[in-house]
């Protein structure tokens, strides 16, 4: 899995590429709490976590983004999901974290 971060009008755009399983869920997982602890510090204090490059999620990338949740929420960020395709548009629903945070079409539409 690679990850990259960039700053777009003072929002924090995380995108991770590649799958979430058993082997890269850890990475995952820091990942997205150095990217949580990024948007703090950010003007606009919000994370928008680009899903156009992931191919699938297992429950311990879910339970990764559980814990990036409760840390955004702790530090006042944010925290939106853009881009999803279709398996991941579904694996959201299914969970119910379609419920949890704003999912979106595009980046835009999240900032």
């Given at each position: 899995m690679?990850?990259?971060?960039?700053e777009?009008?003072?929002?924090?755009v995380?995108?991770?590429?590649?799958?979430?399983?058993?082997?890269?869920a850890?990475?995952f997982?820091?990942?997205l709490?150095?990217?949580?602890?990024?948007?703090?510090?950010?003007p606009?204090?919000?994370?928008?976590?680009?899903?156009?490059g992931?191919?699938y999620?297992?429950s311990?990338?879910?339970?990764?983004?559980?814990l990036?949740?409760r840390?955004?929420?702790?530090?006042?960020v944010?925290?939106?999901?853009?881009?999803?395709?279709?398996?991941?548009?579904?694996?959201?629903?299914i969970s119910?974290?379609?419920k949890?945070?704003?999912?979106?079409?595009?980046i835009?539409?999240a900032?």
């Open positions: 690679q990850w990259s971060s960039t777009r009008q003072g929002c924090i995380a995108s991770p590429d590649g799958r979430v399983d058993e082997a890269t850890q990475a997982t820091d990942h709490a150095s990217s949580v602890s990024l948007a703090a510090e950010s606009s204090r919000k994370l928008i976590v680009d899903f156009s992931l191919d999620m297992s311990r990338g879910l339970r990764a983004l559980t990036a949740k840390q955004a929420d702790t530090a006042g944010a925290m939106a999901l853009a881009r999803p395709n279709t398996v991941m548009r579904e694996i959201l629903a119910r974290y379609d949890l945070f704003a999912v979106t079409d595009t835009e539409d900032l």
